[in-house]
């Protein structure tokens, strides 16, 4: 399967999907690697492993429209079979829904529906809660609602803090998105309004 994953940051999820897409039993390989923004330690990655980039950033276009339809025309020249948003930081708009809508997934470091949003791990420590963890899910208009693929939970330590919760949700997150991703490609989905199946 062919899989185009989009960053804005630092890539850790990225380099966890290149790193299995080396075994050729995972079923998969990064195509191209997408960002917003140049300079970002992802984009390097990408380059390390030979993977082709393109940056998209949204003030290259005159209108956030404009910006969406280039991001999917460049997405769709490498024939994605999923697109994987990790650590993407942009809303994609309607063209982009129209064309990826039912294989673009996003990883979110919360358990949606709580905590949606940029802060995620800040907000929930703020909050109390006990309990988080990370979401997988299929991107729809909405910030962060789409159908979810799968949740893991990771306890809120009483000594955290904003750093240690953030790092400790990415590294189950990382494990979850690989196996996750697999699982996908090798077995395939089906989505009926929220509900995810896989055979
Ligand atoms: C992930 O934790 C994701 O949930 C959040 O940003 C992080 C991306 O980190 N939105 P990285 O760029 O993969 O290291």
């Known amino acids: 399967a062919r899989l185009v994953v989009l960053i804005s940051g630092s890539g850790s999820n990225l380099q966890a999907l290149l790193d299995a897409c080396a ?6 390989q990064v195509v191209a690697v997408g960002a ?4 970002t330690a992802g984009l390097d990655r990408a380059a390390a492993a030979g993977v ?3 940056v998209e950033p949204v003030r290259a276009y005159p209108s ?9 025309a460049r997405i769709a020249e490498h024939r994605p079979d999923l697109v994987i948003s ?6 994609v708009g309607p063209h982009f829904l129209a064309a990826f809508g039912d294989r673009y997934l996003n990883t979110h470091n919360t358990l949606l529906p709580a905590f949606p949003g940029i802060h995620g791990p800040r907000d929930a420590l703020a909050y109390g809660v006990k309990l988080t963890g990370a979401t997988l899910f299929f991107v729809d208009a909405g910030v962060d609602t789409g159908p979810i693929v799968a ?3 990771v306890p809120v330590l009483d000594d955290d803090d904003e750093e240690t919760l953030t790092e400790r949700i990415k590294e189950a997150e990382r494990r979850q998105l690989v196996e996750q991703i697999g699982r996908l490609v090798r077995e395939g989905w089906t989505i009926i309004g929220r509900k995810v199946t896989i055979p």
């Open 23 to 28: 075994d050729p039993a995972y079923g998969a």
């Open 36 to 39: 917003d923004r140049d300079g």
């Open 52 to 54: 082709p980039v393109f």
């Open 64 to 72: 956030r429209e404009d910006w969406d339809r280039a991001l999917t």
């Open 86 to 91: 990790a650590g993407f930081l942009k809303l």
């Open 151 to 153: 949740q893991v939970a």
